[in-house]
């Protein structure tokens, strides 16, 4: 079984910058493909940054915006995201593998 805590969702301006953390239990994450993934209002959860290792992938609309970065020793993912745009606001989620998620973290970025 794995917990997953994420915080660092809040307010910011269009521009502005966020970092999102996300800290895992149970389970260490070296090892394991994790993401961040979010859902705006009314529509789908989509994928939004990956790392596996020290492979990392990047849904189009945010490359160059933002990154994703781990910890093992805190067993910690991270999402730093720069360049916000109100297109961003959603509710963004951490996974482990393909198993567990987090219970997600609200940002919202106004025009």
């Known amino acids: 079984q794995v917990q997953l805590v994420e915080s660092g969702g809040g307010l910011v301006q269009a521009g502005g910058s966020l970092k999102l953390s996300c800290t895992a239990s149970?389970?260490?994450?070296?090892?394991?493909?994790m993401g961040w993934f979010r859902q705006a209002p009314g529509k789908e959860r989509t994928f939004v940054a990956s790392?596996?290792?020290?492979?990392?992938n990047y849904a189009d609309s945010v490359k160059g915006r933002f990154t994703i970065s781990k910890d093992n020793a805190k067993n910690t993912v991270s999402l730093q995201m720069n360049s916000l745009k109100p297109e961003d606001t959603a509710v963004y989620y951490c996974?482990?593998?393909?198993?567990?998620w987090g219970q997600g973290t609200q940002v919202t970025v106004s025009s």
């Open positions: 790392i596996f290792w020290s492979s990392t």
């Open positions: 149970g389970r260490t994450i070296t090892a394991a493909r």
């Open positions: 996974r482990y593998n393909n198993d567990y």
